[in-house]
């Protein structure tokens, strides 16, 4: 069974930066895409990322294109998602998921982290 752990959340400003880090361990072969899923109160779980593990394919939301991105570590078994250019709408908690496949559907994905806040405020 796969298990993620996120670290990296808390406050910034908006126009700065943060750091996110997803570890995973007990991953196995099918267990070939990592994403950045986002909740904020009172709103439905959103993607922001993915990466496969073999290759480094990404994909991105829309609304986070050109200020985030998505790396992995295979040999650290860990996926980062750097965000730079923050906005309070980026203020969410912030969950890493597995899965088989590159997906936008957060129902696609099998294993999920605990979650990190992020709060973009002045």
């Known amino acids: 069974q796969v298990q993620l752990v996120e670290s990296g959340g808390g406050l910034v400003q908006p126009g700065g930066s943060l750091r996110l880090s997803c570890v995973a361990t007990g991953r196995t072969y099918s267990d070939s895409a990592m994403a950045w899923f986002r909740q904020s109160p009172g709103k439905e779980r959103e993607f922001v990322a993915a990466?496969?593990?073999?290759?480094?394919?990404?994909m991105y939301a829309d609304s986070v294109k050109g200020r985030f991105t998505i790396s992995r570590d295979n040999a650290k078994n860990t996926v980062w998602l750097q965000m730079s250019s923050l906005k309070p709408e980026d203020t969410a908690v912030y969950y890493c998921?597995?899965?088989?496949?590159?997906?936008?559907?957060?129902?696609?994905?099998?294993?999920w982290g605990q979650g990190t806040q992020v709060t973009v405020s002045t």
């Open positions: 998921a597995s899965g088989a496949y590159m997906r936008i559907n957060s129902g696609d994905y099998n294993y």
């Open positions: 990466i496969r593990w073999i290759g480094g394919r990404t």
